[in-house]
Every structure is written in structure tokens, then in C-alpha cells.
T-cell receptor
Framework: QKEVEQNSGPLSVPEGAIASLNCTYS??????FFWYRQYSGKSPELIMS????GDKEDGRFTAQLNKASQYVSLLIRDSQPSDSATYLC??????????FGTGTRLTIIP | NAGVMQNPRHLVRRRGQEARLRCSPM?????VYWYRQLPEEGLKFMVY????????ESGMPKERFSAEFPKEGPSILRIQQVVRGDSAAYFC??????????????FGPGTRLLVL
């Protein structure tokens, strides 16, 4: 059974601090990994994609991938209240089907 | 460049009625995916379609649910004889090609189905 696991939270972080979101997955052959942000009542919005081991930075967001440990994370620097949302980790298995974690609810405290 | 379009955005049905959800992929995208999100739960894959073909329907319930993506027009997710447990948000996503690194699925705004 291919699975993607996330800590459901909620995770509370003070404004301006670093928020760290973690995700593990169960299938070694997965090659594509994504972080989506979903505001309440809205659709998922792509934040980051990562395909190679290491770090990938885009503005305040950094995705980290460790395939040996089957672990992918998302760091949000200088957290803002507008970052409060549910963050979904998704893994592309078999080149066709995105499998999502249940999401981590993040709250940035002003 | 219009994104993924879904309609209706909200749909109310009584038990036993049919629900038809429509999805138009982004321009240039020929691959459509349907996902269901139950309240307070994650997104679950339902079906993956290309034009006129169902590629993977492993996530779709065997009864009452069907999907199509005709040569012309939007993709349709059809739910017959709806029950209260079908109440959920149904999201459509599209991509230009499946699986290649860098080819991402982009989501539509979703259809919120409420079964009374």
C-alpha cells in the first residue's frame, strides 16, 4: 500500500518564525514530490515541487527531499498570518496518480 | 490563460437524484484527474482520464460513479442515486503530460456537493 503520512497538527508558529512541515512516504520508486497549500473552503494551490535530493528554495519557502529516508519537508521562513492554511504533501506514484497526505493545519500567531 | 474550470461550484441534490460535475482542463492540457475530499479529510484520487479514455479508475467506487472525457467538451463526473455520504468537495486537476518530472497537476476550484 503506497502511503503518504503527515502530522495533522495543528501546528502553531509565531509570526516571523520558521514553520517546519514534514512528510514521509512509503514507496521508494516515487520521483516527484509536491507541496500544496489549501485555505479553508478553497482548492489546493501548488507551492513547491521537488524531484532531486537536497534543498530547493523559492522565496520564503524551502523544500527538502531525502529519498534514502523517504522524507520530504517544507520550511516557511518569516511566517506571516497569510501562511495560515492546511499544507498537503503529495507524491506522484507510478507516473500518474498523486497520493496526498491528510495535511498539516498551520496557524501563524500574530 | 484560463485555469481549470469546474461547474457548478455548489450543487445540492436530494437522496436518489443524479449529480453531474463538469471540468474543463487548462488550455493545452489533455490529462484530467478527479479527486474527492470529504470534510476534514485529505484528497483521495478517484479517476484519471485522457481524451476518450479512462486510464486509471482505481479510486472510483464500483457502483453509481462514472466518468468520461469526450473528444469535445468537458470531463464529466456522474454520480447516480446520490446518498448523504457522497457529500464532499470534488476537485478536478489537469496536466499537459503525466508523470514527467516538472509536469504538475493544477487544480480547479472544486464542486461542493451537498446531498440532503
Amino acid at each position: 500500500q503506497k502511503e503518504v503520512e503527515q502530522n495533522s497538527g495543528p501546528l502553531s508558529v509565531p509570526e516571523g518564525a520558521i514553520a517546519s512541515l514534514n512528510c514521509t512516504y512509503s514507496d521508494r520508486v516515487s520521483q516527484s514530490f509536491f507541496w500544496y497549500r489549501q485555505y479553508s473552503g478553497k482548492s489546493p494551490e501548488l507551492i513547491m515541487s521537488i524531484y532531486s535530493n537536497g534543498d530547493k528554495e523559492d522565496g520564503r519557502f524551502t523544500a527538502q527531499l531525502n529519498k534514502a529516508s523517504q522524507y520530504v519537508s517544507l520550511l516557511i521562513r518569516d511566517s506571516q498570518p497569510s501562511d495560515s492554511a492546511t499544507y498537503l504533501c503529495a507524491v506522484l506514484f507510478g507516473n500518474e496518480k498523486l497520493t496526498f497526505g491528510t495535511g498539516t493545519r498551520l496557524t501563524i500567531i500574530p | 490563460n484560463a485555469g481549470v474550470m469546474q461547474n457548478p461550484r455548489h450543487l445540492v441534490r436530494r437522496r436518489g437524484q443524479e449529480a453531474r460535475l463538469r471540468c474543463s482542463p487548462m488550455k493545452g492540457h489533455s490529462h484530467v484527474y478527479w479527486y474527492r475530499q470529504l470534510p476534514e479529510e485529505g484528497l483521495k484520487f478517484m479517476v484519471y482520464l485522457q481524451k476518450e479514455n479512462i486510464i486509471d479508475e482505481s479510486g472510483m467506487p464500483k457502483e453509481r460513479f462514472s466518468a468520461e472525457f469526450p473528444k469535445e467538451g468537458p470531463s464529466i463526473l456522474r454520480i447516480q442515486q446520490v446518498v448523504r455520504g457522497d457529500s464532499a468537495a470534488y476537485f478536478c486537476a489537469s496536466s499537459p503530460q503525466p508523470g514527467l518530472a516538472g509536469e504538475t497537476q493544477y487544480f480547479g476550484p472544486g464542486t461542493r456537493l451537498l446531498v440532503l
